[in-house]
């Protein structure tokens, strides 16, 4: 069972950035793929990324426009959410999850979740 802690968020102004951190408890988190979610209150889990085990694949809402950049560490387990161009609207909780393969982009798709982290961006 793999475990997954995220951190990384806190409050920043509109057009600041953030990185988020997805830190895994297994070396087996290499050979899975891995996305990031947000949700906020009386909305349903949205998608933002995923990427692959290799890194080869990636995935990006269309939401992001660009700002958003994921990537992974597989040599100290870790994946990452590099936000930039903050906007109040990116305000939620954020959740990093893992799967044992890059199929989709909804909750179902994955198996493995972290806790959240919050993100809050003041205008």
């Known amino acids: 069972q793999v475990r997954l802690v995220a951190s990384g968020g806190g409050l920043v102004q509109a057009g600041g950035s953030l990185r988020l951190s997805c830190a895994a408890s297994?070396?087996?988190?290499?050979?899975?793929?891995m996305g990031w979610f947000r949700q906020t209150p009386g909305k349903e889990r949205e998608f933002i990324s995923a990427?692959?085990?290799?890194?080869?694949?990636?995935d990006y809402a269309d939401f992001v426009k660009g700002r958003f950049t994921i990537s992974r560490d597989n040599a100290k387990n870790t994946g990452y959410l590099q936000m930039n161009t903050l906007e109040p609207e990116d305000t939620a909780v954020y959740y990093c999850?893992?799967?044992?393969?890059?199929?989709?982009?909804?909750?179902?798709?994955?198996?493995?979740w972290g806790q959240g982290t919050q993100v809050t961006v003041s205008s």
């Open positions: 999850a893992a799967a044992n393969r890059l199929s989709g982009r909804t909750i179902v798709d994955f198996d493995y």
């Open positions: 297994e070396h087996t988190f290499s050979t899975l793929a």
């Open positions: 990427i692959n085990w290799s890194s080869d694949i990636t």
